[in-house]
């Protein structure tokens, strides 16, 4: 064998290799498993759009670490309060991203955190307001370097 | 070993609203990932933090393994009176991390 077929050989088996890495990655979570997962956190109750601003930027180039807020519209009293505010994504390999539990002494009903992405997707957020109904907004993403998965160390 | 930062203004006045930035050096490893020899990389990742103000919580998240490495939490409170802020982080591997900052109220 010569130097080149070594060559085409390794390249081959790299090949091979980098496939079967591929066939171990997780699936995705589906939309439907992100409505179960809102449904946990519901319990049936009716999610209702509006109330609620989901900000984070309609493209993002690295999933790694995406920035969003979310605002939820409330006096923030002490008998009408934003309770929690959940969100949630439709194809990460779980549709949980963050829970946060206030209440009336935050004054204003609104967090910031970072979130992966790890596909083009919409992402979800939901507030539950202490009168027991629940709001939501959504943001499309279009997500150009996938997080979570595709990276190997 | 862990790396803390808050943000805590020094002094607010009495009803003001301030906020609050909490953020932990973490890996915040998902558990979804593989080495180059295909063995998964095992789940390592903050679940909880918890906000207290003089001893009361005022807010609390669970995180997932979507949050960034280095979490980041920003969120507010009403300043009501002089007193002790304190943040704790709690995870994988008993992971348990807190800090403290103070605030004088005007």
Known sequence: MNSFDRRRDFLKTAGLAAGGAALVLPALASPEDMRAALTKITGGADVRRGRVKLQLPPLVENGNSVEFSVTVDSPMTETDYVKAIHVFTEKNPQPYVINAYLGPRAGRARITSRTRLADTQTVHAVAELSNGTFWTDSVSVVVTLSACIGDLI | ?106
């Open chain 2, 1 to 106: 070993m862990a790396d803390v930062m808050v943000s805590v203004p020094a002094q607010a006045r009495r009803g003001e609203i301030i906020e609050i930035k909490a953020l932990v050096r973490h890996p915040m490893e998902n558990g979804f990932r593989h080495t180059q020899t295909g063995e998964r990389i095992p789940r390592n990742i903050i679940t909880n933090f918890v906000c207290r103000y003089d001893g009361v919580e005022i807010f609390r998240a669970t995180l997932h393994p979507s949050i960034t490495a280095n979490p980041m939490l920003v969120f507010s409170t009403v300043a009501t009176a002089s007193g002790r802020i304190e943040f704790s982080w709690t995870g994988d591997n008993g992971f348990v991390v807190t800090q403290a900052a103070s605030l004088r109220v005007i």
